[in-house]
């Protein structure tokens, strides 16, 4: 998990980024390695973290996913699944835990609640997507993959 600005790939990831972009690769060529760094963060692939608690109780806030959750949370009556469920997201989100949507146990919570129509796949996805966090390259990442000595396709 990447938590400051640098790039969470390796010096041969990013040339090969670089490769496979034709307007990159004529930065890297012509030696502009800031527009080549604003470029690859432009088409780089995102990198994947866990999400704060607060911004998924936001996010199912305004989607209308929370009040649900809520509600079957605290009806008694309801059948487990899919209360327990319920219950098990609200109290983690509420405990302040972030959320990893790509755990095989959260993804489990998340198609339970769907299969009862306490939240839909695109409440669900909604959450999925904030995990994404865009990758930052830096002229210096540039630089990096270029003193490596890592060739790839002509690019170094």
Known sequence: N????RAAM??????ALIASDPQ??????????????ARCSAIAPPVRQPVPAD???????LNGMWGMLKIAALNTALSNPPRGAAVSFIDWIEAGRPL?????????????????????????????????????????????????????????
């Not at 990447?2 to 600005?5: F, H, L, T, V």
């Open 2 to 5: 990447r938590k400051d600005d």
């Open 10 to 15: 390796t010096p041969a990831e990013l040339l």
């Open 24 to 37: 990159a690769t004529a930065f890297f060529q012509s030696g502009d390695d800031e527009a080549c760094a």
């Open 55 to 61: 911004r998924v109780q936001e996010i199912a806030s």
């Open 100 to 156: 990893n949507p790509d755990n095989a146990a959260v993804q489990a919570m998340a198609a339970t609640l769907v299969s009862y129509s306490l939240a839909t796949a695109e409440q669900i996805a909604q959450i999925s997507d904030a995990a994404n966090t865009p990758q930052i390259i830096t002229f210096h990442d540039v630089g990096a993959a270029r003193q490596s000595g890592v060739s790839n396709n002509g690019t170094a």
